[in-house]
């Protein structure tokens, strides 16, 4: 499974990866308003950082300004992602995109119709929001095991990019379920290396080794 960082920010970005679990990153208008940087200058700065695809969403509605907009902001760099949301402009800028050799995020896809759409459009990813569908008590997993089931009985070869990640147990069951990709939160990356188990059994063996009285180097 690979791992995307849902942020726009660059500390958190930076940090994250000499961890070598960083595939990708996420943003959306609200990360970028939350960065309270230029929207190009910062999807830049994070495309400089590693190769992986980095999904920079468009805001037109209509398909002609989508596809202007999508075709601008995969100049900034060769790994940017175009992310548009799932209507069917978003479809219809979708397909012109990726005739076009633009990779795409296809995104707020909260059905299975919806996603089996962004992959008869050629996207790249699609971006089923998982957290989203959990606060209105409906299960985002479910939603990403029939897209598997649906994109295995055609072969399709877009992406499942679980988003609204919002626990380690989202990304537990997002990977059980096959998603292709988890894109998470810095702090949910990083909280899936904690155990209080690892920090009980560390501090019993430091404790003893303090005993011997030795150091390694
Ligand atoms: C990522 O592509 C999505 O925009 C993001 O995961 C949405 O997460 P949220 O529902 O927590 O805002």
């Not at 791992?3 to 960083?22: H, M, N, Q, R, Y």
């Not at 992602?81 to 995020?105: R, Y």
């Not at 009985?153 to 997002?174: G, M, W």
Request: charge should be negative.
């Amino acid at each position: 499974m690979k791992f995307f960082v849902d942020t726009a920010d660059i500390a958190e970005i930076k940090a994250l990866l000499p961890s070598g679990l960083v595939d990708g990153v996420t943003t959306n208008p609200s990360l970028i308003m939350k960065s309270g940087r230029d929207f190009r200058e910062v999807v830049a700065e994070i495309c400089g950082l590693l190769d992986g695809p980095v999904s920079a969403e468009v805001t037109a509605l209509e398909a002609d300004k989508m596809i202007s907009e999508g075709e601008s902001l995969a100049g900034i760099a060769d790994n940017v992602c175009v992310k548009l949301p799932l209507t069917m402009d978003g479809l219809i800028a979708c397909k012109a995109l990726t005739g076009n050799g633009i990779k795409t995020n296809v995104t707020l896809c909260f059905s299975a119709n919806q996603a089996l759409l962004a992959a008869k459009a050629g996207a790249t990813f699609i971006s089923p929001f998982i957290g989203r569908l959990d606060d209105i008590n409906i299960d985002g997993m479910d939603l990403i095991r029939e897209i598997r089931v649906i994109y295995d009985n055609y072969d399709f070869r877009t992406e499942i990019l679980a988003a609204s990640i919002r626990s380690a147990n989202h990304v537990k069951e997002a990977a059980l379920t096959g998603a292709d990709v988890a894109t998470v939160p810095p702090s949910v990356l990083k909280g899936l290396a904690n155990h209080p188990l690892t920090d009980k059994g560390l501090k019993a063996f430091l404790d003893d080794w303090a005993k011997t009285g030795q150091k390694i180097i």
